[in-house]
């Protein structure tokens, strides 16, 4: 029988310690902040999810969620509130609240922010263990601040000039007042 994983809380919120089940509540987890890539809730701390990766990211208008790429695994999103621009094999999508994006495996893609404020994405991607990925040049991505200057198959490489992640807590609510 599964058991149920213990909740630790910690100055950027709740994680959970070790492996089994659990619920937590978005607003109480801790999140992820980066300058250039806006915010995550990963759910999981340093607990590592084997066979699905799931988030909610929000970033904020003009700002990617990361660099442009592809993935041999596949991934799915949904949007949850305000809008977004997805940038799909060399193509602009304008996105809103409850727009469903399917991203078969090789699917070139990535979001920005649009809109008057910020964003909330359901990520969710699976994880066969021996994923590839390629972040490519592309000229439209890096219009949008979402490109790598030189294609490569390395996510250090690709973000090696970026900001780091920090942990803090989450900044709910995520609509924009009015």
Known sequence: MTKEANLKKTEHGLVPEGEGWFVVNASESAWGNNEKFGEVCGFAGDVRFSQ????????HPGQPSCFYHAEK??????????????????????????DFFHCPSNTEHVFVGAGKGPCAILMVGARSGHNEIVYPENTLAQKHGAGVEKTTNSPKEAYASCPEWKLTKGNWPLAPEE
């Open 52 to 59: 699905l990766g799931i988030n909610i990211h929000v970033i």
């Open 73 to 98: 695994d596949q991934e799915d999103f949904l949007v949850l509130s305000g809008e977004c621009i997805l940038l799909v094999q060399g193509e602009e999508k304008s996105l809103k609240a409850w």
